[in-house]
């Protein structure tokens, strides 16, 4: 027998079942488009991180003081104090650095004519903006000499503009208090949004100097030696990068004597955020992955079951077919032709159901971010269609040997 006649008799046998062969697929549907749709949301997730973190600024890293690794020495204490950044912001010693902005953040109460906010107040230097590829949506912002004088100026981000300000007056030119201090508002930063557990938006904007010597100053006594909670470092190029993290490290370690111990303070790039996140997201694709991947186990359990149903239901059809001289080989392929169809029509209508979901997840991830789509990949098309072929070959060997071997003469007498 050809296997274009397996084909129209397997295709001929489920249409005269078709609810039983619809259940029958419904384990191969579900698990396909689980996987289908669970590879395109992790692929639209790590496009929405990537964006994201693209959005925070333009070949930069980060640097923080004090090192999160567990058997780093504890004898030498977290420093990053304003002459350190002076320092790495020299060409002659980071040569690779295009420009620095250090950032001094606490939260902090504002509150303007009645209304309290818990908001992040970040000290900053005048490059903040260009640094961070953040915009100004109305008025300026503060300048070298507001840095230098440590003026009492302030930019508000947008969430805190609107929610000290919720009649729409515009903020630019009142005054406020941070910590019952007094400050004038002469700018608010366009919106943003949120990103990584941090709202970019609910951010109060004033001169670093200002922070760390009138607002958050230090208690008497005590020496300071962390002056900023993180600085931005941006390189010159892509290819700037890696000399730029060398040209730090042992500039840092120079200045703080560190010859023989571990750093005091961590590098950390965009690279690395978005090599984390793609490693976690991963992680967590395949794990759930693999729970969709049950629904093809059972499914496949349930082809097998409704395969060795139909052998019993048409044994005689069987024996007549052996009594006219059909092969065992040819009753093995039709009954195996018959479970892949079952499975690759079922995996069919996976990736039809899968795309489907996909649109729905696109819609979702467009919620949080504009550029965020989940994306049907060619290859985890290619993946469901071979898992279907395996699924069905081998879920489907064991009925179409099991009606191969059939005495035709019990098969005849078979009620």
Excluded: C, W
Excluded at 112 to 132: D, F, L
Excluded at 165 to 176: I, N
Excluded at 369 to 375: D, F, G, T
């Amino acid at each position: 027998m050809s296997l274009l006649e397996a084909f129209r008799i397997a295709f001929t046998s489920l249409l005269a079942n078709k609810l039983r062969a619809i259940l029958t697929m419904l384990g191969i549907i579900i698990g396909v488009a689980a996987v289908i749709t669970l590879m395109a949301l992790g692929g639209g997730i790590e496009t929405l991180i990537t964006s994201e973190l693209q959005g925070l600024g333009t070949n930069l890293i980060f640097l923080f003081p004090g090192t999160n690794r567990p058997q780093s020495d504890r004898r030498i204490p977290p420093r990053l104090t304003n002459e350190d950044i002076a320092a790495i912001a020299d060409p002659l010693n980071v040569p690779a650095v295009a420009a620095v902005t250090p950032e001094f953040a606490r939260r902090a109460i504002v509150t303007h004519a009645g209304i309290s906010y818990n908001a992040r107040v970040a000290g900053v230097t005048p490059n903040y903006p260009m640094v961070r590829n953040a915009e100004i949506a109305e008025g300026v912002f503060f300048d070298e000499p507001a840095l230098q004088t440590r003026s009492r100026v302030a930019v508000l981000g947008f969430q805190v503009s609107t929610t000290l300000f919720p009649d729409g007056a515009s903020p630019v030119g009142q005054r406020l208090r941070i910590d019952q201090v007094s400050f004038r508002v002469i700018g608010v930063m366009q919106e943003r949004g949120g990103s990584f557990g941090s709202n970019e938006d609910d951010q109060v904007f004033i001169p670093i100097s200002t922070a760390q010597d009138r607002l958050f100053a230090p208690e008497p006594g005590t020496v300071q030696k962390v002056e900023a909670s993180v600085v931005y470092v941006q390189a010159q190029d892509d290819a700037s990068i890696d000399p730029a993290i060398e040209q730090i490290t042992a500039l840092l370690r120079q200045r703080n004597n560190l010859t023989y111990h571990d750093n005091n303070f961590t590098i950390i790039t965009q690279e690395d955020l978005i090599s984390s996140f793609g490693t976690i997201t991963g992680a967590v694709t395949a794990f759930l992955g693999a729970i969709a991947a049950i629904s093809l186990v059972v499914g496949g359990i349930g082809i097998m079951n409704i395969m060795l149903v139909s052998v019993t239901e048409r044994t005689r059809e069987i024996g007549l077919r052996k009594a006219v001289g059909a092969r065992r080989r040819d009753i093995r392929t039709q009954f195996l032709v018959e479970a892949l169809v079952l499975s690759l029509t079922g995996g069919m209508l996976g990736v039809a159901l899968g795309y489907g979901l996909a649109a729905i997840g696109t819609l979702l991830l467009q919620s949080l971010s504009e550029n965020a789509r989940a994306v049907v990949q060619t290859d985890s098309i290619v993946l469901a269609t071979v898992t279907s072929l395996v699924v069905g070959i081998f879920f489907g060997l064991y009925p179409a040997i099991r009606a191969s071997r059939l005495n035709p003469i019990d098969a005849l007498r078979h009620e």
